[in-house]
Structure formats: structure tokens, C-alpha cells
């Protein structure tokens, strides 16, 4: 039987992934847009087929997290076997300049979705994309046994994400997991999260259509790894035995000065000649370090990410150069430009 998947979050990074992925294993895939005044489906584009085709897989609604009612109705139309919670205000400096916002969205509306699951009666597993940001001032390694001390309303509200998704998991018997993911980046990643900050200042100074580029703290150390494996591991904790939480992470540690250092060097470049320093761009409290420790996923799950950060920034620099080549399209392999035949 075709099994049906409904992603929240799936105009994002990690959705498209996730969605191309699900696609690939014959899933039926629904996702959660935001009305906006422009198309937001630049990263999706390139699966679309007309929903009139009968081979069509992938299906697209209007809802906001914001909006209880709308999750019941809309888990109740779908019947969704796997649901996948990655919709949130994701970007930590903003998350001070919106904390309540943040809250609504990242933390509120994870448990307007369980509450939809519960009281749409649909059964289904639930995962919920928790972060290494709730580590926050605890020092590397973390791990699954690592206490939570989150540092901006960002981390504080997947903190209470986190534990409300577990309380559903212990309440009411739902199949509810946490992926406890470090951060993971790609061509796709947002243009405001700094490794697709630098690697596009990286391209378009390398082209010589601008000269510097601006950032905040380079001291910080992350472990970044490739976004696509990292959906990967969201699928395999939902097709596990039991439910459970898991940390992913690659176990590398880099500044931002090494990733900055890393990407010019990629294109020939000596970054102390361009890169230059604006503090708006710190935060009033910084996460100093963020290391993880994925041997539980890699027992439990089998899974192990291959591209280290080094390779992820040649990666990274390598699409952002040819994008400007292409206009921008290299994220889309057959590019279709469409309004989804949403409404
Ligand atoms: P993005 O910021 O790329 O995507 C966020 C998605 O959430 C977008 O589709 C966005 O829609 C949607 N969204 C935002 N607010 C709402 C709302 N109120 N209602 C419905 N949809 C909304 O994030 P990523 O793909 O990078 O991350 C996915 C999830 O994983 C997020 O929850 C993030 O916090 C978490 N995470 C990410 C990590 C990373 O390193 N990438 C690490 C750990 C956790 P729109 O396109 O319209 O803006
Ligand atoms: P992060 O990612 O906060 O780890 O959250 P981000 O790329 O925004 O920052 C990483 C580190 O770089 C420093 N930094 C800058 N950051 C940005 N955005 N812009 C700059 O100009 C800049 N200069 C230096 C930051 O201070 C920070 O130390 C990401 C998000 O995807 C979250 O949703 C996710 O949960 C975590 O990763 C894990």
C-alpha cells in the first residue's frame, strides 16, 4: 500500500529534501505552504506534476502552524501515515527581534499539530525537528543525555517543543520521535544562515560583482553537515521499531573562520581581504560551541553522514558559482514554473 506523508516546513531546505526523498520511496507527499503575495516554492519546483495527472504524488495545501483549526481539518482530509514537523521560524537572530512570534510558531505550533493528530483520531507517527540549539551553553560533545541550556527564544521554544512532543509520545502512546539534529546546510540553505552567506559572497566576489562581505562572529565553533543525508536519518526514525530520540551530527568541529577560510581558499581567494565585521550580526547571547555525538543513530539507525564539513563548503561554493552562471537554477533539474493548481 502507497504510504502518505505530510510535511510541514516543506518550502524550506530540509522539506524539499525530505519530499524528494519520500517521493523516491513511492510515499504519496503532502505539504503545508503559507499563502504569500509571491510563489515561495522555488525549492519544490523542480517536482512538480500537474495535480490532474493521475501519476501525480505530490500535493500542496494552504495552512500556517498559527492555526489549530486548520491542522484537524487538514490531517483528517489527508490521513497522513508519517507526519513530519519541520515548519518553524528557524533563524535564531531573529528569533530576538520576534520572540513571541518565535514562540507561536516554533514552539506553540508543534503542539497545535499533536493536538490535531489526537483529536483527528488519525494514526500516525509524528517527527518533530528538534535542534542542537537546545544544548546552548552546554560544552561539546552533546548527545542525547546532554542537559538542555538554550540561549535565545529560538532554543527556548524547541526546547518546549522537544518535551511536549515527548509528553504526547508518553500520554497518549503516539509514535512521536525528536530528531535532534546539528546544524546541516546545502546549496538550498537560506540565504541568511551564514554558510550560504559566505559561499554566495564567496561566487559573486569571485565573479566580481561585489567586493566584501559582512558578518558577525567568526569564533563560534558548529558542526555542520550536507542537509540531504540528514532527511535520511528523519525517515529511518520513523520506520524504527519503537519511538525514540536521536541526535545527528557529522562529530566534526569548524569556525566560522574555518568555513569562511575553507570557501574563499575553494575559489582562490584570501578571505581577510574581503571579509569585513558589522555587529549586527551578533547575537545578545551566543551558542559558543556545538559539537554532537550521533553514535546512537549510528547503532540504532545504521545511519553515518559522509560529507564532512570541508567537502560540504567545496560543495556549497561549487553550486553558488554556477548558480550565478544559471540564473539562480541550480537547485531545479527540470525547472517548471507553476502556481502547484493550488487555489
Ligand atoms: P527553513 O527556514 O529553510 O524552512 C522553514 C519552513 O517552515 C519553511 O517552509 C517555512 O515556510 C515554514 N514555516 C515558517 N513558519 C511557518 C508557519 N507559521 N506555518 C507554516 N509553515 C511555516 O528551515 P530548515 O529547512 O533549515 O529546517 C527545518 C526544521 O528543522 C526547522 O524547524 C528548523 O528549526 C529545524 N532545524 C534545522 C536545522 C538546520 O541546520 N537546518 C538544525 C536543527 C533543526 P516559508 O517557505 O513560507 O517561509
Ligand atoms: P545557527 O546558524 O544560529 O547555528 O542556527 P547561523 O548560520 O545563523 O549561525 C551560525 C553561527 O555563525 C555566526 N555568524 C553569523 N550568523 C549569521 N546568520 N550571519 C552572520 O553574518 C554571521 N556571522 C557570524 C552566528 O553568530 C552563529 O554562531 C542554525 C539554524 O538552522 C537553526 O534553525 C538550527 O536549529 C541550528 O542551526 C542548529
Given at each position: 500500500?502507497t ?10 531546505q530540509d ?150 512532543t ?49 558578518l ?5 565553533v ?5 542537509a ?21 551530527a ?18 582562490g ?36 553522514p559522509?560529507v ?28 517548471k ?7
Amino acid at each position: 500500500m502507497t504510504k502518505r506523508a505530510l510535511i510541514t516546513g516543506i518550502t524550506g531546505q530540509d522539506g524539499s529534501y525530505l519530499a524528494e526523498l519520500l517521493l523516491s520511496k513511492g510515499y504519496e507527499v503532502h505539504g503545508l505552504i503559507r499563502r504569500a503575495s509571491t510563489f515561495n516554492t522555488a525549492r519544490i519546483d523542480h517536482l512538480y506534476v500537474d495535480p490532474h495527472d493521475p501519476e501525480a504524488k505530490l500535493f500542496l495545501h494552504y495552512g500556517d502552524l498559527s492555526d489549530g483549526a486548520r491542522m484537524v481539518t487538514l490531517l483528517s482530509e489527508i490521513q497522513p501515515d508519517e507526519v513530519y514537523n519541520l515548519a518553524a521560524q528557524s533563524h535564531v537572530r531573529v528569533s530576538f527581534d520576534e520572540p513571541e512570534h518565535t514562540a507561536d510558531t516554533t514552539g506553540t505550533g508543534t503542539v497545535r499539530l499533536l493536538e490535531a493528530v489526537r483529536l483527528s483520531g488519525v494514526h500516525c507517527r509524528f517527527y518533530q525537528a528538534s535542534s542542537s540549539e537546545m544544548f546552548g551553553a552546554t560544552p561539546p560533545p552533546q548527545n542525547e543525555e546532554t542537559p538542555f541550556y538554550p540561549r535565545s527564544p529560538y532554543g527556548a521554544a524547541k526546547v518546549y517543543s522537544y518535551w511536549i512532543t515527548k509528553n504526547y509520545r508518553e500520554a497518549y502512546d503516539l509514535f512521536a520521535v525528536n530528531g535532534i539534529l546539528f546544524n546541516h546546510e546545502s546549496p538550498r540553505r537560506g540565504e541568511t544562515f551564514v554558510t550560504r552567506k559566505i559561499t554566495r559572497a564567496v561566487a559573486a566576489i569571485a565573479a566580481g560583482k561585489q567586493d566584501h562581505v559582512y558578518l558577525g562572529n567568526l569564533d563560534s565553533v558548529r558542526d555542520w553537515g550536507y542537509a540531504a543525508e540528514y532527511v535520511e536519518g528523519m525517515w529511518r526514525m520513523l520506520q524504527a521499531d519503537e519511538p525514540d530520540d536521536f541526535v545527528l551530527a557529522t562529530g566534526g568541529s569548524f569556525t566560522v573562520r574555518d568555513f569562511v577560510e575553507a570557501s574563499f581558499s575553494r575559489a582562490g581567494l584570501d578571505w581577510e581581504k574581503h571579509v569585513r565585521f558589522d555587529e549586527r550580526y551578533l547575537r545578545p547571547t551566543e551558542v559558543d560551541a556545538l559539537v554532537g555525538d550521533a553514535s546512537k543513530a549510528k547503532d540504532k539507525l545504521g545511519w553515518t553522514p559522509e560529507v564532512d564539513t570541508a567537502e560540504l563548503a567545496r560543495i556549497m561554493v561549487d553550486a553558488d558559482i554556477e548558480a550565478l552562471r544559471h540564473d539562480g537554477s541550480h537547485w531545479i533539474d527540470s525547472p517548471k514554473l507553476s502556481s502547484w493548481g493550488t487555489k
